[in-house]
């Protein structure tokens, strides 16, 4: 599927929702059918459950511990006490669905409904690194990143841990820009058995659904993970100090130069189920290189970080430098474009409605996936920290709910996602008048009788421009031209647009969806 459309649920709020709702406990065995029916209805063809997996007590006590996590659950949910906490779902203890979600089985019933529908399921690979809860740690401590003599006074990001193999000093997971994550245990890359034991893990999911969304993927780059780690050299694990004996030092298998755990992990994992979707989180403009190591799909933060800061200009050079550059692959349809998810704030929290509407007709007309997440829909503005498994009801907004409904039902009649994607650059309505600069123009087309054009206004002004379709044989026909999202129509001359293209004048935040037919 070229052009997917993901939609994300916090797996635990959600199913505690349902169960208030049923006043009896719903899993993900017992979701009722309506739930399925509503996401076809909108046309969604990937549901992403986040928060499946089991987490552990000790990464519980973590999240429960520190005084900036209680601050943000007391600002998302006040009234919060501490049953309302679980583990984080991206410290796993086990890649297993913990009873009360509904367990193993009720996964694999909740994934058959889904797929009769004709949907797909998408699940967390989180990579980097795993809970302070996981078994791995007594079994297998050398797959992890451990402390070398010398920097026993440097205690910051490592922990000490008692395995069967003895004392060790462990590190945290982390992403290098930032303080670690205490609640995990950083995986060591350099280590073939690590590779081959998350491999095992990847193939595991790849039976469980259809596709993983993977957590901070860019983390484990060999580039990336080599200059992270560099103070802590693979072949000295243990570590000496006052409180410790030194360690029984068991044999363990000796680097080898690093390679790129994708680059063999998801062609082995395609080479069974060539179907089978990776969606990576990534950052730091390494999305090329994800992509080129096999990702279906990256994350579009530029976009999103454009989109937020209403720089519409900056919006329009974003997506035509990725068309035709000779310095990146061309990578827009396969960006993952998003207005929210779980890591960032509420759209409707930052731009007024007008704004939300023109946005998310960009990141639904645009080629590649396009990426909802729970709440959006409604206009929900608070964003719930990934450890609560409760969060405060919000009235939804009908304004925001009519967006939504309006351009999820229009699209369906469309080729958008469908057929063939062009992004258009739109020339100037006249000398002197920049606001060409402003506007999204997306053609698609699946037929020859008809084509679709996705037309919207950043700017907060009124603006201007002339459209250079590409349609063959456009002066061959006169076109009926309807917006399918006000119901205005027009006729245009072939000729004319080929000549000269479609003249636009717009007010500002406009969002328009052409529907041309011969």
Same mark, same amino acid.
Request: aromatic share 8%; proline share 5%; with cysteine.
């Given at each position: 599927m070229r052009h997917p459309l993901l939609y994300e649920i916090n797996t635990r709020c959600w199913l505690r929702e349902l169960s208030q709702k049923a006043s009896a406990p719903i899993t993900l065995g017992s979701v009722p059918d309506s739930e399925f029916a509503n996401w076809k209805r909108l046309g969604l063809t990937h549901i992403w459950l986040m928060g499946v997996w089991t987490s552990g007590p000790l990464a519980r006590a973590e999240g429960l511990r520190s005084p900036e996590q209680r601050q943000a659950y007391s600002e998302a949910l006040p009234d919060w006490s501490e049953s309302d906490v679980d583990g984080s779902p991206y410290a796993i203890a086990d890649y297993r669905v913990p009873a009360t979600l509904g367990g193993d089985q009720g996964l694999a019933t909740f994934r058959r409904k889904l797929n009769a529908h004709g949907i797909k399921l998408i699940l967390d690979f989180v990579p980097n690194h795993l809970g302070l809860d996981h078994p791995w740690i007594n079994e297998f401590p050398d797959v992890f990143v451990q402390a070398t003599v010398g920097i026993a006074e440097d205690r910051e990001g490592l922990f000490s841990r008692e395995t069967k193999y003895g004392m060790r000093l462990f590190a945290h997971g982390k992403d290098p820009n930032f303080p670690a994550w205490t609640d995990t245990i950083q995986l060591d890359y350099r280590m073939p058995e690590t590779h081959a034991k998350m491999l095992e893990i990847l193939q595991s999911l790849a039976a469980r659904c259809d596709g993983v969304r993977c957590d901070m993927a860019m983390l484990i780059l060999p580039q990336v993970f080599t200059q992270t780690w560099s103070r802590f050299p693979p072949t000295q694990y243990a570590i000496r100090n006052t409180r410790y004996a030194t360690p029984p030092v068991t044999k363990r298998q000796q680097p080898e130069t690093l390679k790129s755990f994708w680059s063999h992990a998801?062609?082995?994992?395609?080479?069974?189920?060539?179907?089978?979707?990776?969606?990576?989180?990534?950052?730091?403009?390494?999305?090329? /290189?994800? /992509?080129? /190591?096999?990702?279906?799909?990256?994350?579009?933060?530029?976009?999103?970080?454009?989109?937020?800061?209403?720089?519409?200009?900056?919006?329009?050079?974003?997506?035509?430098?990725?068309?035709?550059?000779?310095?990146?692959?061309?990578?827009?349809?396969?960006?993952?474009?998003?207005?929210?998810?779980?890591?960032?704030?509420?759209?409707?929290?930052?731009?007024?409605?007008?704004?939300?509407?023109?946005?998310?007709?960009?990141?639904?007309?645009?080629?590649?996936?396009?990426?909802?997440?729970?709440?959006?829909?409604?206009?929900?503005?608070?964003?719930?920290?990934?450890?609560?498994?409760?969060?405060?009801?919000?009235?939804?907004?009908?304004?925001?709910?009519?967006?939504?409904?309006?351009?999820?039902?229009?699209?369906?009649?469309?080729?958008?996602g469908q057929g063939r994607a062009e992004l258009l650059k739109p020339h100037p309505a006249w000398t002197e008048n920049p606001t060409a600069e402003n506007f999204i123009l997306i053609q698609w087309q699946s037929d020859a009788e008809t084509f679709d054009l996705v037309v919207v206004n950043l700017a907060a002004h009124q603006g201007q421009c002339y459209v250079p379709l590409t349609i063959a044989n456009l002066s061959d026909h006169e076109w009926h031209v309807r917006d399918l999202l006000s119901n205005d129509t027009f006729t245009r001359s072939g000729a004319d647009l080929q000549s000269r293209g479609l003249y636009l004048d717009l007010p500002s935040n406009a969002a328009c969806l052409f529907r041309f037919t011969r």
């Open positions: 998801i062609p082995s994992i395609k080479s069974h189920n060539p179907d089978f979707l990776f969606l990576a989180e990534a950052y730091w403009n390494l999305e090329p /290189q994800l /992509q080129a /190591q096999g990702f279906d799909f990256t994350y579009d933060k530029e976009l999103y970080d454009r989109l937020v800061a209403r720089d519409a200009a900056g919006v329009q050079r974003h997506l035509l430098q990725q068309l035709g550059s000779t310095q990146k692959p061309a990578t827009l349809d396969r960006g993952a474009h998003f207005l929210e998810n779980h890591d960032e704030r509420r759209i409707a929290s930052v731009l007024s409605p007008a704004e939300h509407r023109a946005a998310a007709l960009v990141i639904l007309g645009l080629p590649g996936m396009r990426f909802l997440h729970e709440g959006q829909l409604i206009g929900a503005r608070c964003r719930l920290p990934v450890q609560l498994t409760r969060r405060c009801d919000e009235t939804a907004v009908p304004e925001v709910v009519q967006i939504y409904e309006q351009l999820l039902t229009a699209l369906q009649g469309t080729s958008i």
